[in-house]
């Protein structure tokens, strides 16, 4: 029998005793450091780094390595073959003999079920990426991308969750949602709620007070668009001014920036606005108008430089 860190919902505990599990025990750990001899990796987590402080948004658990074990040693199954995991379907993706398609998912959600009994999934999506053999050595990463209160259960939250092989290839990806019963934080409120009108509303006074947007927008007449995950809101701009944020402009954007939901965290939570090296490496798209995307620009900085305003600890009091 092997032993391995016991999934912890996330809280700022320290994490619980560590038990005995299968060979192929996989549970994530918190950002607390392992004790000493545990084998528990120490996850970085961006929300500490940030100036709001306690908050799960952005905050990223990372499972010990382990190795696939057989199934059908474990199970007395035929090799390839993994039992879904309450009656989800698994994603199409590349296949060869013996993989072990869907493996990623059904593993997590067994993990989180003997953990965390506290999370239930209620929305995945997920991709095979690559094959998943028995005998690979691999890990989880698991960041929360957004915390939504729920009347029925106390909070909903959306996370990117990832298993990665030793050299840390993605070879399945997806997005998790998970009710809990914990109450909502800081991080539930609308300037966290990237990509919503609420949210937009909330960095129309950081865009009015800044030179630099106002210039750049002194000769445009048109609507910016920005997309993070399902979400998407329209700025309507008129020679210098906000005059309206929306769901969606009667006349559509003259072009839409659009991420996945991980991504804006990133950019929005990190230490800089890295957003034109993010853009370069391909980690946004754009629809619409090519020529607006380039005009308007430097306008879009600003736009990322006021979100970031607004989750900092200055925010909190606009």
Known sequence: MGTGPTLQPPRRTSPRARES???????????????????GIKTISRAEESATGELLLGR???????????????????????????????????????????YGLTSLLAALSDGAPGWTLVRAEWQNRRPVMAGQTVRYEVTVTRV??????GSVLST???????DGTVLEQGNCDFATSETPREDAADRYQFGTVEWAKHLVPFLEADTCFTSAIKAYDGTIGIACGGN?????????????????????????????DDTWVELILGERNDFMERAIKGQFR??????????????????????RAAASREGMAR
């Open 232 to 260: 998407e809101v329209h700025f309507r701009l008129y020679c210098g001014n906000v005059l309206e944020v929306t769901r969606r402009s009667m006349n559509g954007s003259d072009f839409t920036l659009e991420a996945d």
């Open 60 to 102: 990223t658990y990372t499972s010990d390595l382990h190795v696939i074990a057989n199934p059908s040693a474990r199970q007395g199954k035929e090799p390839g073959v993994v039992p879904s995991f309450g009656g989800l379907p698994s994603a199409g993706g590349p296949e060869s003999a013996g993989a072990l398609a869907g």
């Open 160 to 166: 990117r969750a990832s298993m990665l092989s030793e």
């Open 286 to 307: 754009t629809k619409g108008s090519g020529y607006e995307y380039l005009r308007m620009t430097k306008a879009l900085v600003c736009i990322i430089d006021a979100a």
């Open 21 to 39: 599990r299968p060979d192929d025990a996989h549970a994530l750990v918190t950002d607390e450091p392992s004790a000493p001899g545990t084998g």
């Open 148 to 153: 939504r209160r729920d009347e029925a259960s």
